[in-house]
């Protein structure tokens, strides 16, 4: 039996990276899943290699008419939705005083409106079908500051806010609402050699753990698939009695100090 047995769960962000793990684990684990990105050719071959278990819906995070698109696509599939994965996210590196207004618009729309609006869109559904869960994807820069990525730790700490707020407003209609804040993860965003067909992608992964082991106390680069699980835990009913709270997973990085 599955964790997630008959449970309809959308994942936005989920053609690759951290989100595309979480719709396998989830599709492995029983749900149904709705496989949500702007990367159509990708999402589309994910959803088929998923089989029965998942469809893709082009989903741009920022857009409400595709947010309202997307519930009606998976409800006409599945007939409710019973969770919601805001994974979708985009990183821009830039000094404060360096960042141009776009730039810093453009981080907001996507990784703080686009969930947002997800919330906004879909908990009615999920308070609908008599409750379930919602995880946002925040990040370790969104407990703690980081220089030069000022845009992006922003979103992030609004996303911890909005986690919050949500599972206060949404207790009393079932839905549980938490986030994971990922650490150094080695997908796309982190080592952009995996976008590079040409890269060795071993030799990438090498270059990026070599670098995180000096920094990360359990001495490596996280794995989407960790944060797969810990996205799992908190969409299935082991994590019944937890709501509104931001969980770290970075590999001890932000325990302390370490002394080397
Ligand atoms: P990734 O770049 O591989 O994946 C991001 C996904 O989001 C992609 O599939 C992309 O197409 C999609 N996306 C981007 N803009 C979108 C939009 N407007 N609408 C819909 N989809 C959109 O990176 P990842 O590491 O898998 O990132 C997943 C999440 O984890 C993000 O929210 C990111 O901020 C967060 N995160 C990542 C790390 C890390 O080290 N990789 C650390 C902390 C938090």
């Known amino acids: 039996m599955g964790k997630l047995d008959g449970r309809v769960v959308l994942v936005t962000g989920a053609a690759r990276g951290q989100g595309e793990q979480e719709a396998r684990l989830f599709a492995a684990e029983g749900a149904k899943v709705v496989v949500a990105d702007v990367l159509d050719g990708k999402g589309e071959?994910?959803?088929?290699?998923?089989?029965?278990?998942?469809?893709?819906?082009?989903l741009d995070v920022r857009r409400e008419d595709d947010w309202r698109a997307a519930v009606a696509v998976a409800k006409g599939a599945y007939g409710?939705?019973?969770?919601?994965?805001?994974?979708?996210?985009?990183?821009?590196?830039?000094?404060?005083?360096?960042t141009p207004l776009e730039e810093f618009q453009q981080v907001v729309q996507v990784n703080q409106v686009g969930v947002f609006l997800g919330i906004r869109t879909v908990a009615p559904e999920i308070a609908g079908a008599g409750g379930g869960t919602i995880v946002n994807t925040a990040s370790y820069t969104g407990v703690t500051g980081m220089a030069y990525v000022g845009a992006y730790s922003a979103t992030k700490h609004a996303i911890v806010g909005l986690t919050r707020v949500a599972a206060l407003e949404l207790a009393g209609k079932g839905i549980r609402?938490?986030?994971?804040?990922p650490g150094a993860i080695d997908t796309a965003m982190t080592n952009p050699a995996q976008l590079d067909p040409d890269a060795d992608p071993e030799k990438a992964a090498k270059a990026l753990d070599e670098y995180y082991r000096k920094l990360v106390p359990l001495g490596r680069v996280g794995k989407p698939e960790e944060v797969a699980r810990l996205a799992?835990?908190?969409?299935?009913?082991?994590?019944?009695?937890?709501?509104?709270q931001p969980f770290v997973i970075d590999g001890g990085w932000l325990a302390g100090v370490s002394v080397v």
Do not use: M, P, Q
């Not at 409710?80 to 360096?98: C, E, M, P, S």
């Not at 609402?177 to 804040?181: D, E, F, R, W």
């Open 45 to 58: 071959a994910l959803a088929k290699e998923l089989g029965a278990g998942a469809l893709y819906v082009h």
């Open 80 to 98: 409710r939705i019973d969770g919601l994965v805001n994974n979708a996210g985009i990183l821009r590196f830039n000094k404060l005083v360096n």
């Open 177 to 181: 609402v938490n986030a994971v804040c």
């Open 232 to 244: 799992l835990f908190l969409t299935c009913d082991d994590s019944s009695y937890i709501t509104g």
